[in-house]
């Protein structure tokens, strides 16, 4: 083990190529993979960003205002739109980003790294993780990119971190990454949010290592620019906003997590049901209280209770009721055909009302309440979820340290629509769809040559399913012996970071886990679990890598 850590290292240039070499052996691979698409099925997920990149590329920016328009964060269709004006296949064009987004995780690790060979081995492991080309990415929707951006933000605090005592003109350019990596994961997904623990507690924990060095000079500047990530991100997620009250009137990223309808939503999941009822967050008897007391309300009753179309769209058969993870997109639709989304701001107007007549009601206790008033669409954390969360959780880690769900195609989905349709969707994005059939089955078919790269691909996710569950716990074990014979401050610095890294993907997996158990109970999906797979193999790598003290980076 000394004398791997100790060989003589590769030149520059040979970094490089092999860098180029590995990006592009992923570009390649992206040829044999197609998108899946599904016209009409998948309204308020990939339809929906699809339609609004269409839109932003005609100058129009999302388009004309429905229900859907700001239902969610909206960096994805940005993101298409620019391949498309850049000529850039779709699915080749997501794994440049993820081998640009490895590449600056590996640079911000140098000072720890400092072998070239070290960082072009960790760069390999990262590019090539079995997630990054699973078949979840080949959906045209915004998972596809999350984890890559949030990777970006991660590389940006860890860069800066491990050069807190250079001077500060030479460390600005991480704080960037890092404030753009958070503002663009924030855009992406709802749940973006995920990421302000590790940049806080990364914050505060660098400020007490600046002030307490002695040697190190201005200090003020130092922490000052610590301000910065917080500064972008604000910046440009106001910029976002103030695109949308230009077309639509409203100040907001989303008229769905921010504002009256997260008010209204909060409203009514305060209002006290008489029988918990798992996975039912405003169950029928509870929306039955609230017709009868409040007037907003009252109008919805027929489209919530007696439209078959809603209630076949978002019902759950099994229990009778509304899934709390497709409550919130039945009553919007169901304003929606009440005409209270003709524009952002009678919309904005109607959800305020409901939520004052509600909060009102439940204040004056002609509604029964569980608490104060409350906003956001999440559903209410009950002690019964404890235990259910608890198991989901262990086995999604396990799930992602094992790759499950990972493999690089699908095997008996087909992309579904006419052929002019998929043209469309084929033409717009560079890539093509899996259409072809199987001859008499509906199978996808796939040429021998794409097999034998889906075997390749395939072989690769099993080797890392049985490497990383084991080089996980050798890193865990290295990592709290570390702890004992630490001696420098930026020693303890990369142990910080490498335990955020290591907290992050398990506060991930639990926030997942939570709304799997309490919203949807969809079974455990690998899109929503993407980010956690390159967090557990970073603290794998850089655990073991620093965990055998040979030849300390710090001297």
Same mark, same amino acid.
């Given at each position: 083990m000394?004398q791997?850590?100790?060989?003589?290292?590769?030149?520059?240039?040979w970094?490089?190529?092999?860098?180029?070499?590995?990006t592009?052996?992923?570009?390649?691979?992206?040829?044999?993979?197609?998108?899946?698409?599904?016209?009409?099925?998948?309204?308020?997920?990939?339809?929906?960003?699809f339609?609004?990149?269409?839109?932003?590329?005609?100058?129009?920016?999302?388009?004309?205002?429905?229900?859907l328009?700001?239902?969610?964060?909206?960096?994805?269709p940005?993101?298409l739109?620019?391949?498309?004006?850049?000529h850039?296949?779709y699915?080749?064009?997501?794994?440049?980003?993820?081998?640009?987004?490895?590449?600056a995780?590996?640079?911000?690790?140098?000072?720890?790294?400092?072998?070239?060979?070290?960082? /072009?081995?960790?760069f @390999? #492991?990262?590019?090539?993780?079995?997630?990054?080309? *699973?078949?979840?990415? +080949?959906?045209? &929707?915004r998972?596809?990119?999350?984890?890559?951006?949030?990777?970006?933000?991660?590389?940006g605090?860890?860069?800066?971190?491990?050069?807190?005592?250079?001077?500060?003109?030479?460390?600005?350019?991480?704080?960037?990454?890092?404030?753009?990596g958070?503002a663009?994961?924030?855009?992406?997904?709802?749940?973006g949010?995920w990421?302000?623990?590790?940049l806080?507690?990364g914050?505060?924990?660098?400020?007490w290592?600046?002030?307490?060095?002695?040697?190190?000079?201005?200090?003020?500047?130092?922490?000052?620019?610590? /301000?910065?990530?917080? @500064? #972008?991100t604000?910046?440009?997620?106001?910029?976002? *906003?103030?695109?949308? +009250?230009?077309? &639509?009137?409203?100040?907001?990223?989303?008229?769905?997590?921010?504002?009256?309808?997260a008010?209204?939503?909060?409203?009514?999941?305060?209002?006290?049901?008489?029988?918990?009822?798992?996975?039912?967050?405003?169950?029928?008897?509870v929306?039955?209280?609230?017709?009868?007391?409040?007037?907003?309300?009252?109008?919805?009753?027929?489209?919530?209770?007696?439209?078959?179309?809603i209630?076949?769209s978002?019902?759950?058969?099994?229990?009778g009721?509304?899934?709390?993870?497709?409550?919130y997109?039945a009553v919007r639709?169901?304003?929606?055909?009440?005409?209270?989304?003709?524009?952002?701001?009678?919309?904005?107007e109607?959800?305020?009302?409901?939520?004052?007549?509600?909060?009102a009601?439940c204040d004056?206790?002609?509604?029964?309440s569980?608490?104060?008033?409350?906003?956001?669409?999440?559903?209410?954390?009950?002690?019964e979820?404890v235990?259910?969360v608890i198991?989901?959780?262990g086995?999604?880690?396990w799930?992602?340290?094992?790759?499950?769900g990972?493999?690089?195609?699908?095997?008996e989905?087909?992309?579904?629509?006419?052929a002019?349709?998929?043209?469309?969707?084929?033409?717009?994005?560079?890539?093509?769809?899996?259409?072809?059939?199987?001859?008499?089955?509906?199978?996808p078919?796939?040429?021998?040559?794409?097999?034998?790269?889906?075997?390749?691909?395939?072989?690769?996710?099993?080797?890392?399913?049985?490497?990383?569950?084991?080089?996980?716990?050798?890193?865990?074990?290295?990592?709290?012996?570390?702890?004992?014979?630490?001696?420098?401050?930026?020693?303890?610095?990369?142990?910080?970071i490498?335990?955020?890294?290591?907290?992050?993907?398990?506060?991930?997996?639990f926030?997942?886990?939570?709304?799997?158990v309490a919203?949807?109970?969809i079974?455990?999906?690998?899109?929503?679990?993407?980010?956690?797979?390159?967090?557990?193999?970073?603290y794998?790598?850089?655990?073991?890598?620093?965990?055998?003290?040979?030849?300390?980076?710090?001297?």
């Amino acid at each position: 083990m000394k004398q791997l850590f100790s060989k003589k290292d590769i030149s520059p240039v040979w970094f490089w190529l092999g860098v180029a070499a590995l990006t592009g052996a992923k570009f390649v691979l992206s040829f044999f993979q197609r998108t899946y698409v599904w016209v009409g099925g998948a309204p308020i997920d990939d339809e929906l960003m699809f339609r609004a990149a269409e839109y932003i590329t005609a100058g129009q920016w999302l388009g004309p205002y429905d229900w859907l328009t700001l239902s969610k964060h909206m960096f994805f269709p940005l993101w298409l739109a620019l391949l498309h004006w850049l000529h850039l296949p779709y699915l080749g064009a997501n794994q440049l980003l993820w081998a640009g987004a490895c590449l600056a995780l590996v640079q911000a690790f140098a000072p720890v790294l400092q072998k070239r060979w070290a960082r /072009l081995t960790a760069f @390999g #492991v990262m590019v090539f993780l079995p997630s990054a080309m *699973a078949s979840f990415t +080949l959906r045209v &929707y915004r998972d596809s990119i999350f984890p890559a951006l949030c990777l970006l933000f991660f590389a940006g605090v860890a860069g800066y971190a491990l050069r807190y005592r250079k001077p500060v003109k030479n460390s600005l350019g991480w704080q960037l990454l890092a404030g753009v990596g958070l503002a663009a994961s924030w855009l992406c997904r709802e749940d973006g949010y995920w990421l302000v623990p590790f940049l806080g507690a990364g914050t505060l924990i660098l400020v007490w290592f600046i002030l307490r060095e002695k040697e190190l000079n201005r200090k003020p500047l130092r922490c000052l620019t610590l /301000l910065i990530p917080f @500064g #972008v991100t604000a910046g440009v997620l106001g910029g976002f *906003a103030g695109i949308n +009250l230009a077309y &639509y009137g409203v100040f907001t990223i989303s008229d769905f997590s921010y504002g009256s309808f997260a008010q209204a939503m909060g409203a009514m999941n305060r209002v006290e049901e008489e029988e918990f009822v798992p996975l039912v967050s405003v169950p029928y008897e509870v929306r039955q209280k609230i017709y009868d007391t409040t007037d907003a309300m009252d109008c919805l009753e027929y489209w919530l209770e007696e439209d078959p179309s809603i209630r076949n769209s978002y019902m759950n058969p099994e229990s009778g009721d509304y899934r709390a993870g497709g409550f919130y997109w039945a009553v919007r639709l169901a304003a929606q055909n009440e005409g209270k989304y003709e524009s952002a701001l009678t919309a904005r107007e109607y959800w305020q009302q409901v939520a004052d007549e509600i909060n009102a009601a439940c204040d004056s206790g002609a509604l029964p309440s569980e608490g104060g008033k409350r906003s956001g669409t999440a559903p209410s954390v009950r002690s019964e979820y404890v235990l259910p969360v608890i198991r989901e959780a262990g086995y999604s880690l396990w799930f992602c340290a094992t790759f499950r769900g990972c493999e690089p195609y699908y095997e008996e989905l087909r992309s579904i629509g006419t052929a002019e349709e998929l043209a469309v969707w084929e033409d717009y994005l560079g890539s093509p769809a899996n259409a072809a059939a199987q001859e008499g089955s509906d199978l996808p078919y796939y040429s021998p040559l794409q097999k034998l790269a889906y075997l390749g691909l395939n072989l690769v996710r099993m080797v890392y399913a049985v490497l990383l569950p084991l080089a996980l716990v050798l890193a865990v074990f290295l990592q709290i012996r570390k702890v004992f014979r630490i001696k420098e401050s930026r020693e303890w610095v990369v142990w910080w970071i490498l335990t955020g890294l290591l907290g992050m993907a398990l506060l991930r997996v639990f926030l997942i886990a939570f709304m799997e158990v309490a919203a949807f109970q969809i079974g455990t999906y690998v899109m929503y679990l993407a980010t956690v797979h390159p967090l557990l193999a970073l603290y794998a790598f850089m655990g073991i890598y620093t965990g055998w003290e040979v030849r300390p980076w710090q001297r």
